[in-house]
């Protein structure tokens, strides 16, 4: 499926400019010191950030359902189908990537004696989730709130890191997760994917002053440049998603992994701001919020 490009998705300010942050994998657990290591361009200040518009990875979204709930699974394979024949999902999506106005999704209380869908996410990732308020907003908000819907329950939204999401649903704390997830087989230890629903990829965030990779053509002319940096240059990602195992590298996801180090942030937005206050060097993440990200934030600069 094609959608249009992003014109106008901001974030709100206490996202962005917030500098909270955790790590992962033995990273630093302040995510946006200043002790952070950003290469040659540590310690100062870029005015703006800019995404270098070429795919390093091919991925499929999917929902991450308890894998003791079959019939569940059934249920939302069928809805996905639905919604992706009949054009309800490309007009969700046209809200996020057109000129279409996001709906807000409300969260009812976990009550365990009432019928309830309940949804693991992390709303730090733009277009797909995110908060303003007390209000849910996104792709895969707005597609949990007609499911629910569409399963006669009651819908309750559990707000999490990112790494605790498939884990809450193994637990059977949640029914499924939605939260962006990219199918892979590690995940799939604690949930049962259902069928893909959007395609995606990671992209670089540079600085706007950045021209390193202005004459690169395709992934591998970027991946080799990357290649050539040095255990002193820093990466921002966020924590447990794919551009976390780009950098750090792992077999099962078949990346080999980059000679920088990799700092892990709570969200995207934290790792690019802190990228523009000269303390990391790059960020990787995930292409459609990269966009949301770097608009939002340079319209704040």
Avoid: H
Avoid at 45 to 56: F, N, Q, R, T, Y
Avoid at 245 to 262: K, N, R
């Amino acid at each position: 499926m094609k959608f249009k490009k992003i014109t106008s998705i901001l974030l709100t300010a206490v996202c962005v400019m917030s500098l909270a942050a955790c790590g992962s994998k033995g990273d630093s657990e302040s995510g946006s010191g200043s002790d952070s290591k950003g290469g040659e361009d540590a310690g100062s200040s870029a005015s703006g950030a800019k995404v270098i518009d070429i795919d390093l990875t091919e991925e499929e979204y999917a929902f991450g359902v308890d894998k003791t709930q079959p019939e569940l699974l059934e249920q939302v394979n069928a809805f996905v189908g639905k919604i992706k024949e009949d054009g309800t999902l490309e007009e969700i999506c046209d809200k996020y990537f057109g000129d279409g106005e996001p709906a807000a999704v409300e969260s009812a209380e976990l009550d365990t004696s009432k019928d309830q869908l309940v949804v693991a996410t992390n709303a730090a990732f733009e277009p797909f989730e995110y908060t303003k308020g007390e209000s849910y907003y996104g792709i895969d908000m707005e597609i949990a709130s007609m499911l629910a819907e569409e399963l006669n329950k009651e819908l309750v939204i559990q707000n999490m890191d990112f790494e605790a999401v498939c884990l809450s649903v193994s637990q059977q704390k949640c029914d499924i997760a939605m939260a962006g997830l990219t199918i892979n087989e590690e995940r799939e230890e604690y949930v049962t994917f259902t069928d893909s629903y959007y395609s995606a990829s990671q992209r670089l965030i540079v600085p706007d002053s950045d021209t390193d990779f202005d004459d690169c053509a395709d992934a591998d002319a970027v991946a080799e440049l990357l290649g050539k940096l040095s255990e002193s240059d820093t990466i921002g990602v966020q924590a447990g998603t794919t551009g976390q195992y780009y950098v750090e590298g792992d077999e099962d996801w078949g990346f080999d992994g980059l000679p920088a180090e990799c700092q892990t942030y709570k969200s995207g937005s934290l790792a690019v701001q802190d990228m523009l206050n000269g303390n990391i060097k790059y960020v990787i993440i995930d292409a459609a919020p990269a966009a949301a990200i770097t608009e939002a934030i340079n319209e704040m600069q």
